[in-house]
C-alpha cells in the first residue's frame, strides 16, 4: 500500500505539530489536574487535524479515514496522551456525520472540526457488553418529543460534550435489528445527571462518566438516521472507530519505541551500548516487527473503509491485534529502559497505560473475538 | 502437602501481624498513596510491635527467628498493597549487611534501632550511569585521616527520603581493580554533605519514597565502613540471593491477591446476563492465570525451605525473581482484561497491582541479569 502525495502530506504536517506544540511536562500537568487540553485542541483544529474524514461543508478534511488514520498516528507517537485526547474529541461525531441530517451536522460538526466542541456517544449499559442488543434505556414518544429514561456507562467526554447521541430502546419489544434508536441529547436539557468515573489507568486529561437520564425531554427530531437501524449505526460506528482506535495503538506502539530504540543505543552498561548486546537487538527486532504488522492490518482496513468494503471482521482484527501489540511493545519499552522505564519522566509508562486502556475499550479481545468469530463462522445448521 | 510448616508460634505471629496491619497500615494506604510517603511514625509501631528485623538475634532486641518470619512479613504486607512500608526490604535486604558483616559496636549503635523502628534502613548501590553495571559506580570513597569522604550520587534509593541509616557502595578511586575497590559504608541521615534529593514520580510505588541521593565532601567516621576495606562486591554478591528470594516473596504473593480478586469479579460481574465466570473463555483464562500462581508458590516454597537449610541456590534464584515477577506482571495484564472496562479506573484494585507490579522485573536486578547469571554459574 502506497500513500498518496496528499496523504504524505498530511502525515508530515501532523508530525511537524505534534512536534512543535507537545510538551511531556505540560502533558502530566494536565494529566494530574485532569484538565482537558482545550487550546491544543484548537490549534489542531485549525490545522485540520479534526474530522478529516468528514465532509468539508461541515469544516471536515473532505479525506478518508486513512487520512485521519495518519494523524491520529502521528500525534500519539509523539504523545500517546496528547494524540489520544485530540483524536477522541471527536468520539460519536463520526457518527453524526454518517447518519445525521443536514441540520444537525451543521449545528455540531462544524463546531467539533473547529475543535470548540466534543463530541459524546453513549451506547454501553452496565452488565449489558458490547453487543447492546438488550437495552434498558428507553425513548417514549409524547407528542413531538422523545421522553429519554436510562443509565449510560463509560461515557467518553461525559460531562464535557456539546451533545450525547443515546442508543434508546423505542419499542418495548425488540427484536434484533428494530426498535433501538439513535437521539441526539443537548447536555442542558433537565434530567441530565453526569457521575464522573474518578482517576483513570490512564488518560485522565479526557473525561470518562456515566450518565443518568431521568425524563429528559427533546424534541422528535433529535432521532439520528432512522428508527430502527440505531443498533446498526452504532455497530457502524464502532467498526469505523475501532481503525481509528488501532491506528492510536501503532502511534503509542511507534512513539514507545522511537524512545526505546534512542535510549539503547546511548545508554551503556558495562562497558557497551545497550545496543549491542543480542538480547536488545533482538527485542528490537521483535518491537519493530510487531508495530509493523499492526500497521498494515489496520492501513488495510482503512483503506478498504475508505473504497466503501467497509469490513468488521477486519475491524475487530485491527484493533485487537494493534491494541494488543501497543501493549506489549510499551511494555518492552519500560524494560528496556530499566529503573528509568518505571518513572514518569521518560514516558513510556505512560504509554504503556494509554496503550492498555485502548485494549480495554471497545470491546476487549474477548469480545472482538467473538465478533470476528461470529463473522467468521457464520450461522451453524 | 504445604512445603513450608509453621511452628505455633509462627502462626501466632501472623495472626498478630494481620491484626496490626488491618489496624494500623491498611485503613491508610489510600491516603498515604497520594501523600507519596508512609509517616515514620508507622515503621516505629511495626517496629514495637515486633514485626521488623524478625531475624536480628534477641541480643538485639529481634527474635532470632528463622526465614520463614520473613515469608510470613511479605505475604501479609501483600495483602495491604502497601508498597511505602517497605519492611521486607529493610528486614531482609539492607540490614542482614549489618547483621552479617557489623562490628559488635556497629550492630549494638544500630540494631537495636532498625529493630523497634526508629532506625529505618536504605541500601544504595545504583547510580544514574551505573544500573545493571553495578561495578561501573563512580561515587568515591576516601580515607583522609580518621574520617571517609564520600563524593558522588545514587539514584532509584528505596526508603531515600526516610532513611535513617544508608548503606551505601563506593568505590576507592586509588584500587584499579573495579571489583576490589569497593567498600560498603554506613552513613547516618544528617551527616553534612549527605543531601537527599528529590523523590522520584513514578507508574507505581507511590507511597514508596524512591529518592535520589547526593554526597559531596560527606565525611563519616572511619568505624563506618561495614565489613573488610575492598570486600564490597564479596558482601554484595554474597546477600543476592536472599535479595533475590525476597522478591519471590513479593511477587507470588502478589499474583494470588490478584488472581482471587479477579475470580471473585468474575463471579459476581455479568456480561449479558450472564455472570462473568460461566463464559468458557473467561474460565480457561483463570484456570491458565491460577496455574501459573500455583507453580509459583510451590517454587518459591522449595526455595524458601532450601534457603534455610544454607543451601547456595543462586541459579534457582535467579531463576525464581526472572519467572515470577514477570509472572505476576503477565497474571496482572490479563486480569486487567477480564474485568474489562472497569480495569481502566483507578477504583479497580488491579489497577494499582498493575502499576506496583512493573517495576518487580526491574530492580534487584533487571530479568535479563538474572538470566545473565543463571547462564553463567550454569556454566555457559
Ligand atoms: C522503584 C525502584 C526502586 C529501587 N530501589 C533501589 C534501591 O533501594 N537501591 C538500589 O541500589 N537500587 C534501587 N533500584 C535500582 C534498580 O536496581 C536498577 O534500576 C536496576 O538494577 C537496573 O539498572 P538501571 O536502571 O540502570 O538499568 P540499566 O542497567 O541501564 O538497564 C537497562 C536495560 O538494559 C538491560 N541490560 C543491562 N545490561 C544488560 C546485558 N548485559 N545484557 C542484556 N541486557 C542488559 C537491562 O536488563 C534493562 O532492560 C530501584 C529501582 C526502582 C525502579
Ligand atoms: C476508556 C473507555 C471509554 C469508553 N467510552 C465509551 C463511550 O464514549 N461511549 C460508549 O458508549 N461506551 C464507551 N465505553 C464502553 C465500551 O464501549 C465498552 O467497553 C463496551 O461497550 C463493552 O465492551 P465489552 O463487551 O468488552 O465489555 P467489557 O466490560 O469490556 O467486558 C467485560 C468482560 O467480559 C468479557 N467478555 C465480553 N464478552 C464476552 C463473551 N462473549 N465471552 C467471554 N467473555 C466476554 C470481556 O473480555 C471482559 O473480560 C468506554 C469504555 C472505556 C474503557
Known amino acids: 500500500m502506497e500513500l498518496t502525495r496528499s496523504q504524505k502530506e498530511i502525515q508530515k504536517a501532523a508530525q511537524e505539530f505534534a512536534k512543535g506544540e507537545f510538551d511531556k511536562e505540560v502533558t502530566v500537568e494536565l494529566e494530574q489536574s485532569r484538565s482537558y487540553p482545550a487550546e491544543l485542541l484548537q490549534k489542531a483544529a485549525e490545522l485540520g487535524f479534526v474530522g478529516l474524514q468528514f465532509a468539508e461543508e461541515y469544516g471536515g478534511g473532505g479525506l478518508g479515514l486513512v487520512d485521519a488514520c495518519l494523524v491520529a498516528e502521528a500525534l500519539c507517537r509523539k504523545d500517546s496522551t496528547m494524540g489520544s485526547a485530540v483524536v477522541l474529541a471527536a468520539f460519536g461525531a463520526e457518527c453524526l456525520h454518517r447518519f445525521g441530517d443536514k441540520k444537525m451536522k451543521e449545528q455540531y460538526l462544524e463546531q467539533v472540526t473547529a475543535g470548540k466542541m466534543l463530541a459524546g456517544i453513549a451506547l454501553g449499559e452496565s452488565d449489558r457488553g458490547d453487543d447492546f442488543t438488550v437495552l434498558d434505556t428507553t425513548a417514549t414518544r409524547s407528542d413531538n418529543e422523545w421522553i429519554i429514561n436510562g443509565k449510560k456507562r463509560y461515557v467518553t467526554n461525559g460531562g464535557a460534550a456539546g451533545f450525547y447521541l443515546v442508543l434508546c430502546r423505542t419499542e418495548a419489544k425488540h427484536a434484533e435489528n428494530s426498535g433501538v434508536a439513535l437521539i441526539l441529547v443537548e447536555p442542558d436539557r433537565p434530567g441530565i445527571t453526569v457521575a464522573d468515573l474518578g482517576d483513570k489507568l490512564a488518560l485522565n486529561s479526557v473525561a470518562l462518566a456515566d450518565i443518568t437520564f431521568a425524563d429528559v425531554r427533546v424534541p422528535l427530531t433529535n432521532l439520528v438516521g432512522k428508527e430502527g437501524q440505531g443498533l446498526a449505526q452504532a455497530r457502524a460506528f464502532l467498526d469505523e472507530v475501532k481503525i481509528l482506535a488501532a491506528a492510536r495503538a501503532v502511534g503509542i506502539a511507534a512513539g514507545a519505541f522511537d524512545r526505546a530504540l534512542a535510549y539503547v543505543k546511548q545508554r551503556e552498561q558495562f562497558e557497551r551500548k545497550l545496543a549491542q548486546f543480542q538480547i536488545t537487538r533482538h527485542k528490537i527486532a521483535d518491537m519493530a516487527t510487531k508495530i509493523e504488522l499492526a500497521r498494515l492490518i489496520t492501513y488495510r482496513a482503512a483503506a478498504d473503509f475508505d473504497k466503501g468494503k467497509a469490513d468488521p471482521t477486519l475491524s475487530a482484527m485491527a484493533k485487537m491485534t494493534a491494541a494488543r501489540m501497543a501493549v506489549e511493545v510499551a511494555d518492552e519499552a519500560i524494560q528496556l529502559f530499566g529503573g528509568y522505564g518505571y518513572m514518569t519522566e521518560q514516558e513510556v509508562e505512560r504509554y504503556y497505560r494509554d496503550a492498555k486502556t485502548i485494549e480495554l475499550c471497545l470491546g476487549t479481545r474477548e469480545s472482538q473475538k467473538d465478533r470476528i468469530a461470529d463473522l467468521v463462522i457464520g450461522k451453524l445448521k | ?380
Not at chain 2, 494500623?24 to 507519596?36: L, N
Not at chain 2, 502497601?82 to 549494638?108: I, M, N, W
Not at chain 2, 557502595?169 to 559504608?185: E, N, T
Not at chain 2, 572511619?222 to 576495606?229: A, D, F, S, Y
Request: glycine share 8%; charged share 25%.
Open chain 2, 1 to 380: 502437602m504445604n512445603i513450608i510448616t509453621y511452628s505455633a508460634e509462627q502462626q501466632e505471629f501472623r495472626k498478630r501481624l494481620r491484626d496490626f496491619l488491618e489496624r494500623e497500615v491498611s485503613p491508610y494506604v489510600d491516603q498515604w498513596e497520594r501523600e507519596h510517603l508512609v509517616p515514620k511514625s508507622v515503621w516505629q509501631k511495626m517496629g514495637r510491635g515486633g514485626f521488623l528485623c524478625p531475624s536480628i538475634s534477641t541480643e538485639y532486641g529481634g527474635i532470632g527467628g528463622d526465614f520463614r518470619y520473613a515469608v510470613i512479613v511479605a505475604e501479609e504486607m501483600s495483602r495491604t498493597c502497601c508498597t511505602g512500608l517497605a519492611a521486607s526490604l529493610h528486614s531482609d535486604v539492607v540490614v542482614p549487611y549489618l547483621d552479617s558483616f557489623g562490628t559488635p559496636e556497629q550492630k549494638r549503635k544500630y540494631l537495636p534501632g532498625c529493630v523497634n523502628g526508629d532506625i529505618i534502613s536504605a541500601v544504595a548501590m545504583t547510580e544514574p550511569d551505573a544500573g545493571s553495571d553495578v561495578a561501573g559506580m563512580k561515587t568515591t570513597a576516601v580515607e583522609q585521616g580518621d574520617e571517609i569522604v564520600i563524593n558522588g550520587s545514587k539514584t532509584f534509593i528505596s526508603n531515600g527520603v526516610n532513611c535513617d541509616l544508608l548503606i551505601i557502595a563506593a568505590r576507592d578511586p586509588g584500587i584499579a581493580s573495579k571489583h576490589h575497590a569497593v567498600s560498603l559504608y554506613l552513613v547516618e541521615a544528617g551527616t553534612p554533605g549527605f543531601n537527599k534529593g528529590r523523590q522520584l514520580e513514578k507508574m507505581g510505588w507511590h507511597s514508596q519514597d524512591t529518592a535520589e541521593l547526593f554526597f559531596s565532601d560527606c565525611r563519616i567516621p572511619k568505624q563506618n565502613r561495614l565489613g573488610e576495606n575492598g570486600s564490597g562486591f564479596m558482601m554484595l554478591m554474597q546477600k543476592l540471593q536472599q535479595e533475590r528470594l525476597t522478591c519471590v516473596l513479593g511477587a507470588v504473593p502478589a499474583a494470588e491477591l490478584v488472581v482471587e480478586w479477579t475470580v471473585e469479579r468474575c463471579r459476581t460481574a455479568v456480561q449479558n446476563g450472564k455472570p462473568l465466570i460461566k463464559s468458557q473463555a473467561v474460565q480457561f483464562a483463570l484456570v491458565e492465570m491460577l496455574t501459573e500462581v500455583k507453580l509459583g508458590r510451590t517454587y518459591m516454597e522449595k526455595l524458601v525451605m532450601d534457603h534455610i537449610e544454607g543451601q547456595t541456590i543462586v541459579v534457582e534464584t535467579s531463576m525464581a525473581k526472572y519467572w515470577t515477577t514477570e509472572m505476576v506482571n503477565r497474571v496482572a495484564d490479563r486480569a486487567l482484561e477480564l474485568v474489562g472496562e472497569y480495569g481502566t479506573l483507578e477504583d479497580c484494585p488491579i489497577v494499582r497491582a498493575k502499576r506496583d507490579v512493573r517495576v518487580m522485573s526491574i530492580f534487584a536486578g533487571t530479568n535479563e541479569i538474572m538470566k545473565g547469571i543463571a547462564a553463567k554459574f550454569m556454566g555457559m
